[in-house]
């Protein structure tokens, strides 16, 4: 659990996996909506079709060097092996799909008692039209537990709505969207409402240059964009991309209420207090992007304007927020660059804001080998430069007062072995949160994986040290946070399991450890029956080594619950495939406590040590 933003990483996931395109007739720009896909292993899979396609079987996918087991394998889930003709007759009739899902709580908070302005219910409908690969428009409305539905401010049902209108590959225009959408250019230094992968992931998608627009097909409500905005493809080598973009925001107002101390993105209206921040702040953006390729180079020039309808004051009385964005007014520019190479690449970006501060992020990917290749990447952030937009690389979650080096190695001495790790080191030259003073962060992995047959066998360590302040706050100390997993996986036709260990030491102040063992078991009973079943047990001291759990969550919706103390936290998810037009899914889980009687606090305590749950999911294809 790298990045706040997984669930719009598997909002996108699902979407491409409901609705796989034809390797044998792919584009770079459709292989490139694959974020485990690195700009190397795009160029080599383009090189392979080019030369000897079509492809018969996902077996030659083996003679492209760059992709190991694992690549090979996710593929399969995105893409389809068709010919060229059936495709065309296949996308002149379009596609309707309409889903609804529905989690019910069995327990009480104390907000449903008094305090929250709705009923406890989670729910969302969703519908979604797509013809082929060039038009696609939706609809998603959602409410969280305890907001409004038809009442209160939310008067029109939801408490969020999401619409939008997209076109691919007509004339000139390779991607229009209107309504809600998302952006990115370059390395995300002045614009990026796209999800962003963690370090984990870094040797395979920091490489990319994100030069992507897509629809906003998620419940999130925040990060994204709402106007229009359209790539325009002015002749082979040149494109540009002008939007635009009018949304309400959430703001913290400040005393005279007509200024905010910060934007809010967690998307809860449930309260008063919480309704009364909802959408009291409109942000205008505006920008373009104008880029252009030549072979294997490439370099864009970037342009991004803000302007928020209340400004910006935040308490810099407080010396971490001394250098946060003030103001009404934002603008940033960039030049993004890179050359692209089965052997050496590089890429990276340059920016600076309004007041001529610089940000700067670059990388560079070395294959030395078939089996080797390392990934170097350099980041400098000023610590006056400011960006509404922006989302990159980072250890501190701000594109501001940051620099560091991180290197890391993808080793594949064999089909069946690989091992990868990373070193990345940073520099926070202002205090931050919790760092009174300058400070250090350090963060090492290292990940190894055997594959034979249906057998997977990984393990992992981690060890992040972290300069902090002390109790007193008198002087700095190095926290150290060790966390590894050991995991066997089976992957059968009929039956797929997992077992893992995870372990957690934190040492600090106050030394903290924690463990789970848990179990993943997927059984494919019939063509219409699918049943996965998830257990865990964990044991922590206290938050610190708190634990994450991954289970197998319905179409579009995000499951990894977070969990500490003693316990242990079941679910089973049961999928029934009616008919090729009709789904339902079904799923209950359970987390009982053998450590308290109360769980949480405030509005959310529940009186009880267990939180059973019931969700159901409907989709519908037209």
């Known amino acids: 659990m790298e990045s706040a933003q997984w669930e719009e990483i598997s909002d996108l996931l699902y979407d491409l996996e409901q609705h796989p395109f034809n390797l044998n007739t792919a584009t770079k720009e459709q292989l490139s909506q694959l974020p485990f896909l690195s700009d190397e292993e795009i160029e080599d899979i383009c090189v392979y079709l080019y030369r000897y396609a079509p492809i018969k079987s996902f077996g030659e996918l083996a003679m492209i060097e760059s992709l190991d087991a694992i690549k090979r394998r996710l593929l399969q889930c995105f893409v389809f ?22 989690k019910v709580p069995l327990y009480e908070r104390n907000g449903d008692r008094s305090g929250y302005l709705g009923d406890r219910y989670r729910h969302q409908l969703r519908y979604a039209f797509r013809q082929g690969d060039h038009w696609r428009a939706g609809l ?26 997209m076109c691919h590959r007509v004339g ?18 002045v614009m990026n409402s796209d999800f962003l992968l963690g370090k984990s992931a870094a040797l395979t998608s920091l490489g990319r240059q994100r030069q992507i627009l897509r629809a906003h097909s998620s419940a999130s409500s925040a990060n994204y964009l709402q106007g229009v905005a359209a790539t325009i493809q002015l002749s082979r080598n040149l494109q540009v991309t002008p939007f635009l973009s009018y949304r309400p925001v959430d703001g913290t107002l400040n005393s005279d209420t007509l200024s905010i101390s910060a934007l809010v993105e967690g998307g809860y209206h449930r309260t008063a207090s919480e309704l009364r921040k909802k959408n009291n702040t409109f ?18 020039m970037n342009l991004v304007y803000s302007h928020l309808s ?29 050359y692209t190479h089965h052997r050496l690449s590089f890429h990276g970006e340059t920016a600076i804001d309004r007041k001529g501060t610089l940000a700067t992020l670059n990388t560079t990917q070395i294959r030395m080998s078939s089996e080797l290749s390392m990934m170097v990447l350099q980041r400098f952030y000023g610590m006056r430069y400011t960006s509404l937009q922006a989302q990159a690389f980072s250890e501190g979650g ?15 001495p064999s089909r069946k072995l690989l091992a990868s790790a990373y070193a990345d080191v940073a520099y926070f030259a202002w205090p931050r949160y919790q760092a009174s003073a300058s400070s250090y962060h350090q963060d090492y992995l290292l990940s190894l994986s055997y594959l034979t047959g249906n057998w997977n066998l990984s393990a992992r360590y981690r060890l992040r040290i972290k300069e902090k302040d002390n109790e007193q706050k008198s002087a700095l100390y190095s926290r150290q946070e060790h966390r590894g997993r050991v995991a066997v996986c089976y992957d059968g036709t009929m039956v797929s399991t997992k077992t893992q260990v995870d372990f957690a030491c934190i040492k600090n102040e106050n030394n903290s450890r924690g463990w789970t063992l848990s179990q993943l078991v997927n059984w494919k009973m ?19 080594s708190r634990m994450y759990l991954y289970e197998r969550g319905m179409l ?24 090729e037009k009709f789904m339902i899914h079904a799923r209950a889980a359970v987390i009982n406590y053998f450590d308290r009687s109360v769980i949480g606090s405030g509005y959310q305590q529940v009186n009880s040590s267990s939180l059973p749950s019931l969700e159901l999911q409907i989709r519908w294809k037209l």
């Open 81 to 102: 092996l068709g010919e060229e003709e059936k495709e065309h007759l296949s996308e002149s009739r379009g596609h309707h799909e309409v889903m609804a899902t529905i």
């Open 140 to 165: 998603i409305g959602a409410k969280d537990s305890g907001e409004p539905f038809f009442s209160n401010r939310n008067s029109m049902g939801y408490d969020f709505y999401s619409f939008y209108l």
């Open 172 to 189: 000139i225009i390779k991607t229009l969207v209107a309504g809600k959408y998302r952006m990115s250019m370059g390395m995300g230094l």
């Open 283 to 300: 942000l205008t953006t505006a920008g373009t992007a104008v880029s252009y390729k030549n072979g294997a180079w490439h370099a864009a």
């Open 310 to 338: 209340r400004p910006l004051r935040p308490n810099t009385k407080v010396v971490y927020r001394c250098y946060y964005p003030q103001g009404s007014d934002f603008m940033n520019m960039s030049i993004d660059y890179g």
């Open 398 to 412: 701000r594109v501001q007062n940051e620099s560091g080096l991180y290197v890391g190695a993808h080793w594949q």
């Open 526 to 544: 019939n063509k219409i029956f699918h049943t996965h079943l998830a257990a865990a047990y964990f044991h922590t001291d206290d938050y610190d």
């Open 556 to 579: 579009y919706n995000f499951s990894f619950p977070v969990v500490y103390g003693r316990g242990i936290r079941y679910s089973l998810l049961l999928r029934a495939q009616l008919s």
